[in-house]
């Protein structure tokens, strides 16, 4: 059996799935601006703008869709590109800089080995971060005080970043392609038709404990 392995991600760094997909894809919020009105609306538990908390956290997911749940995006890239793409992150990127100057910009943090640096805001009753943290290096959400889009960073052999070409818009799909599926025409697993899989009501008294077509 395989050995469980603790996540470098805790709970008070992630979004829920309708975040994921009601918020940021369908809504497609994918950059934040301190100077525009509308972006500052106030989470009610973060007490910071919600727009930043979510970009903040959905990077966080990307992330760890990638490097802790085993979705093979450079397969994707490299396959879909014909690149020698060996590694990439989300990260949260000053807008309108390029690729190859996003090492140099504030709350970019590069790992060679694991995750980048997780994307942390501290408890606004407390201002320390969550208990439930782990070592990881942290970047402050706090700090990120510039206009800044959601983004890519890959490493390709023999080179640093250059880019892909790809959309970030194309990568993300591709990443949440299974959260998508479940979430659109109707929330439920679906089949190869894209029809939503009945399952059985649990039984009131005990006597079965119903089908869960997840497992």
Sequence with gaps: MEEYKLSQYDKDCLPTWSEIYDEFWMKKVFNYDPNITEHQELDPYWKRPHRKILLAFVCNQLNKMIFEDGIDVLSYINETTDGHCRRIHFTLNPDHVPPMLQPYQPGFMHMEE??????????????EYSIFATNHPKID???LTLPFEIAIYAVHEGAENIGIRLSVLEVIEFILK????????????????????????VSRTCEGMGYDPAL
Excluded: F, M, Q
Aim: aromatic share 10%; hydrophobic share 30%.
């Design 114 to 127: 694991g995750p980048p640096g997780i994307y942390a805001c501290r408890l606004p009753s407390t201002n």
């Design 141 to 143: 959400i706090d700090a």
């Design 178 to 201: 299974d959260v998508i599926t479940y979430y659109e025409n109707g929330i439920g697993w679906k089949d190869n038709h894209g029809d939503i899989i009945p399952s059985d009501v």
